[in-house]
């Protein structure tokens, strides 16, 4: 939300003055620090920050704006570094996950099929044991074994 409130006319004429006296000078500090681009965007915010001061009541008008813009490209600086932290985990939990599916998929196809066949359908597919079971033709105790199996199967290749 914007801050509509109006400057009266004395404050807006001493910004206006503070601006003309010394926006070249901060644009060129700045650009020390950011880009071109970056740094006229920090002078505009410079002097929006500024707005609320009694321009009177600056004794060191360069080190007050100068400071401020400093402030300001430091914040950005701040806020940047913790979005892109912020987005790491994430890709990294990504290209985790897509090397333990890649790892998961290596160790099932090496399973024997027999215990493949079982596991598949109950960690992949859903099935219950009992479900499984019924759709093989096994005792639900076999489906348990067989799936008891198959998860030392995927132990002992993790452990490898």
Same mark, same amino acid.
């Given at each position: 939300?914007?801050?509509?409130?109006?400057?009266?006319?004395?404050?807006?004429?001493?910004?206006?003055?503070?601006?003309?006296?010394?926006?070249?000078?901060?644009?060129?500090?700045?650009?020390?620090?950011?880009?071109?681009?970056?740094?006229?965007?920090? %002078?505009?915010?410079?002097?929006?920050?500024?707005?609320?001061?009694? @321009?009177?009541?600056?004794?060191?008008?360069?080190?007050?704006? $100068?400071? @401020?813009?400093?402030? $300001? %490209?430091?914040?950005?600086?701040?806020?940047?570094?913790?979005?892109?932290?912020?987005?790491?985990?994430?890709?990294?939990?990504?290209?985790?996950?897509?090397?333990?599916?890649?790892?998961? &998929?290596? @160790? #099932? #196809?090496?399973?024997?099929?027999?215990?493949?066949? %079982?596991?598949?359908?109950?960690?992949?597919?859903?099935?219950?044991?009992?479900?499984?079971?019924?759709?093989?033709?096994?005792? %639900? &105790?076999? #489906?348990?074994?067989? @799936?008891? &199996?198959?998860?030392?199967?995927?132990?002992?290749?993790?452990?490898?």
């Amino acid at each position: 939300m914007t801050d509509t409130r109006q400057l009266d006319p004395e404050a807006a004429e001493g910004l206006n003055s503070l601006y003309r006296r010394y926006a070249g000078w901060l644009d060129g500090r700045l650009r020390a620090h950011v880009d071109p681009d970056r740094a006229a965007d920090v %002078v505009q915010d410079t002097y929006l920050r500024a707005a609320p001061y009694r @321009i009177g009541d600056i004794r060191h008008p360069r080190a007050f704006l $100068l400071r @401020i813009a400093m402030n $300001l %490209v430091r914040d950005e600086s701040r806020r940047a570094r913790r979005q892109s932290l912020a987005a790491e985990p994430a890709a990294l939990a990504e290209a985790a996950s897509q090397a333990d599916q890649l790892l998961l &998929k290596q @160790i #099932v #196809v090496t399973m024997p099929p027999l215990y493949r066949d %079982v596991f598949v359908l109950s960690r992949f597919g859903g099935m219950t044991y009992a479900e499984i079971a019924a759709a093989r033709g096994l005792n %639900v &105790k076999t #489906v348990e074994w067989r @799936i008891s &199996k198959a998860l030392e199967h995927c132990v002992a290749r993790l452990d490898d």
